[in-house]
């Protein structure tokens, strides 16, 4: 299997599992876990409707990530190298659609 998809399975556990505390609102205000934006700490309010948001995209982000392991688990060896591309592709162009949605909502909160 290729070493890509094992890593992208991890991350994609790993922002699934960091969004949905931030869904639900469990993270209060803190200088560690969050969305980490001046305007998430300008009240209280504001820091869970920022962070609620950005739990949503980064679970829609890390279901892209599973999305994309899923379908490198399967491709032969030689189409490995076109995959890794690929899926590099997709974290760094899904992270950025991240931030720039959550700086967008930030601006209108």
């Known amino acids: 299997m290729n070493p890509v998809v094992v890593v992208h399975l991890f991350a994609a556990a790993l922002a699934i599992s960091l ?17 980490r934006i001046p305007a998430a700490f300008a009240s209280e309010a504001s820091w869970f409707e920022i962070n609620r948001h950005g739990g949503w995209l980064l679970l829609a982000w890390g279901a892209a990530l599973a999305a994309t392991a899923a379908v490198g688990a399967f491709l032969p060896r030689r189409d490995w190298v076109a995959y890794d591309w690929t899926a590099l592709a997709v974290v760094m162009v899904g992270l950025a659609a991240v931030i720039g949605l959550i700086l967008r909502r930030a601006r209108k909160a």
Do not use: F, T
């Not at 969004?19 to 969305?35: D, E, F, H, S």
């Open 19 to 35: 969004a949905i505390p931030l869904i639900r609102r469990r993270v209060k205000m803190n200088p560690w876990y969050g969305v």
